[in-house]
C-alpha cells in the first residue's frame, strides 16, 4: 500500500468553530418577541452585548473560566484564616463585562419600560458563554427586593450593587466600587426544608445579631454579602451578613470547602461556618423564609432564563454543525429526517424563550397591575419546573445531532451538558416548585383568579389549547388528587401559556405546529416527529440564522 501523496495532517469536511457572530442578530426569537412586546429601546443594549457574547474571546473566557477551576484559600502561609476563593482571570474578565453592561442592574435602573425584560434577555445572551458566572449576577440582581424591606439597610448597599462596577478585591465592603452578593440557606439535615435549620441567631444591639452555626451550600462564597436564614427568639430569620463587618475587620465566615459539583464549575460552591458572624436582620424576626423568598423569586425568572438560554445554544452549535457536514453526499441541513429533528428541537428552544420572556414582561407589568403581580406569583414556579425540565432533554438530542465532534472536551458541548440539570435543582427542585403552585392555588386564591383570566384570554385562539385548557379545568376540579397529579397540572399550565405566547408571538404555521405536536392527544414523546415538512426550515431560522 502506497502512502506517497496521503495527507495526514487535514481533516476534510469539519465544522469551524461558531465563533465571532452576533448572538442576539442571530436569534429571530428574542428579536420578534421585543418587537411584539413593544420595547424597542432594548435592541440596542442586546445589539452590543451579543456582539460580544459571541465574539472569540467571550467564548475563550468561558472555556477557561471552566479549565481553571476556582480555589480556596483558608489560611496564609502563617496559619491566619483568609478564606478566600482565587479564580482564573477569565472568570473575572466575564463578571466584569456582564457587570458593566447592568445584566444585574438594568432591572432596577432602567427609567423606562420593560427593565425586567431587557435583564432577561441580557441575561439569556449571557448565560450562553458561561453558566457559572450567571449565578453571582442572578443573586446580586435578586437580592434588590429583599434588601429594600429595610430602608437604612437599602440605602448603604444598594449603590454599590447598583454601580456597574466590577471590584473582586477581598477588602470591606466601604472601600469597594460595587459589590456582589451571594446565598447561604441549606444545611446537611434539611436541604430544600430550611424550616428544619439549627443555625442560629442572638440579638447583640439594635438590628444586630451574632450568627452561629453552618451552612451546607453556600452559593458564592466569594461575594462580598450573604443572605443568611437562621432561627432567631421568634422563629427562622433573614440576615444580612457580610465579609467584614462596618468597622473593617474580617466577620467570622469560616469556609471548609468547595464543592466538586457536576457542572457549574467556574462558579464556587462552598460549606461555611459561622463563629458568632455579625449581622443584621432584614424584617422581623420570624419573617426570614417570607423575606428571602423575595430574592428567590427572582432567581427563579433566571432559573427559566437559562435553562431557555441553554436550549438555544446548543441548537444554535447543532445547526451550525449540520450546515457544514456532508453526510451520504448531502449536508446534514438539508437531510429530512436531520430536519424534522432540529425543527422539533428548535421548536421546543422558542417555546422555552417565549414563557420565559413572557414571564419577564409580567414582572414588569406587576410595577403597575396588582394582577400581573399575582400572575407572576405562580407562573414563576410554573415556568421554573417546566424549562429547566426541558432543557436536560434538548440538550441530550443537540449532542446527538452533533455526534462524536460534540462528545469531546474541546466542544462546548459537554460543558453545556453538565451545566444544564443545575437550574432544576438550584432554588427548589421539580416536586418543590409544583408544591409552590398548589401552595399558591390553596393560599392565595388571587394568584389563580389571575392565571384563569389569562387563560379564558386564550380560549378560541387554536382547537388543541381549548382542550388542554378543558384538561386542565377537570384536573383543577378535583382538589383531592391535587399533590398526586401536581406535576400534571404544572405541565399543563406551561403547555398551555406557552401555546398562547406562540400563538401571539411566532407565525401562524409555527403556533399551530407548536400546539399541534404538544397539545394533541397522539403527540409523540420523542424529538424529530412534526408533520408538516413544509414549516421546518422556518422553524429552524427562527432560532439561528447563522453567522
Not at 443 to 462: T, W
Request: glycine share 8%; net charge negative; hydrophobic share 40%.
Amino acid at each position: 500500500m502506497q502512502l506517497a501523496g496521503f495527507d495526514f495532517h487535514t481533516s476534510h469536511n469539519q465544522v469551524p468553530p461558531l465563533e465571532n457572530y452576533n448572538s442576539f442578530e442571530t436569534n429571530e426569537v428574542l428579536r420578534n418577541i421585543i418587537r411584539v412586546y413593544g420595547n424597542s429601546w432594548i435592541n440596542a443594549p442586546a445589539m452590543d452585548f451579543g456582539d460580544i457574547m459571541g465574539g472569540h474571546d467571550m467564548q475563550e473566557a468561558g472555556n477557561l473560566a471552566n479549565k481553571h477551576l476556582p480555589v480556596l484559600k483558608t489560611h496564609d502561609r502563617f496559619g491566619n484564616r483568609l478564606d478566600v476563593v482565587e479564580f482564573h482571570p477569565a472568570y473575572h474578565q466575564m463578571m466584569d463585562v456582564a457587570i458593566r453592561h447592568q445584566v444585574h442592574s438594568i432591572a432596577w435602573t432602567s427609567a423606562v419600560p420593560g427593565g425586567y425584560l431587557a435583564h432577561s434577555i441580557l441575561s439569556y445572551l449571557k448565560q450562553q458563554i458561561d453558566e457559572g458566572t450567571s449565578c453571582p449576577l442572578t443573586m446580586t440582581f435578586a437580592v434588590v427586593p429583599s434588601l429594600k424591606i429595610n430602608p437604612d439597610i437599602a440605602g448603604e448597599w444598594l449603590p454599590l450593587v447598583l454601580s456597574g462596577a466590577y471590584d473582586p478585591r477581598h477588602i470591606p465592603y466601604l472601600e469597594k466600587k460595587g459589590v456582589t452578593f451571594g446565598m447561604a440557606m441549606t444545611e446537611p439535615q434539611g436541604g430544600s426544608d430550611v424550616r428544619a435549620n439549627i443555625t442560629y441567631a442572638v440579638p447583640a444591639g439594635k438590628d444586630i445579631y451574632k450568627i452561629t452555626g453552618r451552612k451546607w451550600f453556600c452559593s458564592a462564597p466569594m461575594s462580598d454579602a450573604f443572605l443568611v436564614l437562621a432561627q432567631s427568639g421568634r422563629g427562622l430569620s433573614c440576615f444580612l451578613v457580610p465579609r467584614f463587618k462596618p468597622d473593617g475587620e474580617k466577620n467570622k465566615l469560616h469556609f471548609q470547602r468547595l464543592k466538586d459539583k457536576l457542572g457549574n464549575k467556574s462558579n464556587a460552591s462552598g460549606e461555611v461556618e459561622f463563629h458568632e458572624a455579625w449581622g443584621r436582620i432584614i424584617g422581623e424576626e420570624g419573617r426570614g423564609v417570607a423575606n428571602i423568598m423575595e430574592m428567590v423569586r427572582h432567581t427563579r425568572l433566571d432559573c427559566a432564563v437559562g435553562s431557555a438560554a441553554t436550549m438555544q445554544r446548543a441548537l444554535a452549535e447543532a445547526i451550525h454543525h449540520c450546515h457544514y457536514r456532508s453526510v451520504f453526499g448531502r449536508k446534514l441541513a438539508q437531510q429530512p429526517l436531520m430536519k424534522n429533528v432540529l425543527a422539533d428541537l428548535c421548536l421546543e428552544s422558542e417555546a422555552a424563550t417565549t414563557l420565559a420572556m413572557r414571564l419577564a414582561r409580567s414582572f414588569d407589568e406587576a410595577l403597575v397591575d396588582e394582577e400581573a403581580m399575582h400572575f407572576t406569583r405562580i407562573v414563576t414556579a410554573v415556568a421554573k419546573f417546566w424549562n429547566t425540565k426541558r432543557a436536560v432533554l434538548v440538550m441530550g438530542e443537540a449532542l446527538e445531532c452533533i455526534g462524536g465532534n460534540g462528545y469531546v472536551e474541546e466542544s462546548v458541548m459537554p460543558r453545556l451538558y453538565r451545566d444544564v440539570p443545575v437550574n432544576a435543582i438550584w432554588e427548589g427542585s421539580g416536586n418543590v416548585q409544583a408544591l409552590d403552585v398548589l401552595r399558591a392555588m390553596h393560599k392565595e386564591p388571587a394568584s389563580m383568579e389571575a392565571l384563569m383570566n389569562y387563560f379564558r384570554k386564550g380560549l378560541g385562539l387554536d382547537t388543541y389549547l381549548d382542550k388542554q385548557l378543558d384538561a386542565l379545568q377537570q384536573l383543577i376540579a378535583e382538589p383531592d388528587a391535587y399533590e398526586l397529579k401536581a406535576r400534571i397540572i404544572v405541565e399543563k399550565m406551561a403547555l398551555a401559556i406557552q401555546a398562547i405566547e406562540m400563538i401571539r408571538t411566532a407565525p401562524h404555521g409555527v403556533a399551530h405546529q407548536f400546539c399541534e405536536s404538544r397539545l394533541s392527544p397522539e403527540r409523540n414523546l420523542t424529538w424529530g416527529t412534526l408533520n408538516n415538512g413544509a414549516i421546518l426550515d422556518e422553524i429552524i431560522g427562527r432560532t439561528f440564522s447563522g453567522k
